[in-house]
């Protein structure tokens, strides 16, 4: 009995964390779904604990829990890949809006010159 | 005078005790631009660029050497320079060569400026390994002295060659991969005036360099771009 209390807790903590989260506009909206699924997995298990032991017996694991650390270990492999990924993609981006923004800053400051007008200051290091 | 439509880019991190000349001595080439592109460097590197008569781009985050350079190729894309001219700014790369490096370009994509009897042993193991891994016929695959014909500035100008890190295997695989040829002309070189090889710094890095080179080639074997929307 205890044991589901706790992990019901934990899985509402998650659920209500989340969305204290994206209310304070510190979470991007597609991930706060990820996490919601993960509380509802989490409550879900924890109200009828005996699923894990119904799929165990359904898929011929030995021992069922273990399949619930299989299938957690899985999904966070899954996503830190798919996290990888992310990083480089904005890697690329960031990446190429750097070298962007100098090419028109450079652009910009030709024009200016050739409009007859002032130069802008330059100030390395902060932007 | 002709438009000039040859660019000189030297990528430059903390190099002010050094870029002056490096932009003087590029200069002297007839009917090029000098172009440095500061990678967000803390030093007066901007200034005294500035002052020696060169272009400056300021990229506003450090993106390494490669990074610095592509900002370079862009910027030749972006204004229709058809040979680009790259060397470093902390003075190791003789200016003299430019003109022979560029003479050179008109028969291939690209040409590379080499100093075999600079290379020390580790540098040969490790080059030679590369050689057999990739079937680059290049011995000098690091040297940052180098000319870039048309063809091979719209191929690493492209988004697909910005998460590349150093200017050597990787930028030469996806060059020959698309079948742009590479030609290397012996260049005497000097000791570098200050600093010294980011590469070979520390055993860790080597290490780190090698695994990181090797996943490069191995990811790179047969990889064919696709063709650029409107090009």
């Keep these: 009995m205890s044991l589901i209390v706790v992990t019901l807790a934990i899985g509402l903590a998650l659920a209500g964390t989340i969305l204290y989260m994206v209310r304070r506009d510190h979470l991007h909206g597609p991930y706060a779904l990820g996490w919601l699924l993960l509380a509802a997995g989490i409550i879900g298990l924890s109200a009828f604990p005996r699923v894990i032991d119904r799929i165990g017996e359904m898929t011929g694991v030995y021992y069922p829990p273990i399949l619930l650390c299989l299938v957690a270990i899985a999904a966070l492999l899954i996503k830190s890949l798919l996290g990888d990924l992310q990083r480089s993609r904005q890697e690329r981006a960031l990446r190429r809006l750097s070298q962007k923004l100098a090419i028109l800053e450079q652009d910009m400051e030709e024009m200016r010159v050739r409009q007859g007008l002032p130069a802008l200051r330059r100030e390395p290091g902060r932007d | ?231």
């Design chain 2, 1 to 231: 005078m002709p438009t000039p439509d040859c660019l000189v880019v030297i990528p430059a991190y903390n190099e002010g005790a050094s870029v002056a000349a490096v932009v003087a001595g590029a200069r002297a080439l007839p009917g090029a631009v000098v172009l440095v592109v500061s990678d967000a460097s803390e030093d007066d590197t901007v200034a005294v660029a500035l002052d020696a008569g060169a272009t400056v781009l300021e990229l506003p985050a450090r993106l390494g050497a490669w990074g610095a350079i592509q900002t370079g190729l862009r910027y030749a894309r972006r204004h229709g320079f058809r040979q680009v001219l790259t060397l470093d700014a902390d003075g190791q790369h003789p200016t003299e060569a430019l003109p022979r490096l560029r003479a050179a370009l008109g028969r291939d994509d690209v040409v590379i400026g080499t100093c075999p009897a600079r290379l020390s042993l580790a540098r040969r193991i490790a080059w030679t390994y590369f050689r057999l891994l990739t079937g680059l016929k290049v011995v000098d695959v690091t040297s940052g002295l180098r000319a870039y014909g048309p063809r091979a500035i719209d191929l690493l100008a492209r988004s697909e060659a910005s998460l590349l890190d150093y200017q050597d295997i990787g930028v030469l695989l996806l060059l020959s991969g698309q079948g742009l040829t590479i030609h290397e002309l012996p260049v005497a070189m000097r000791k570098r005036e200050n600093g010294h090889s980011r590469v070979f710094s520390s055993w860790f890095s080597v290490v780190r360099y090698m695994v990181h080179t090797t996943v490069l080639c191995l990811a790179q074997i047969r990889r064919r771009l696709p063709e650029e929307a409107g090009a």
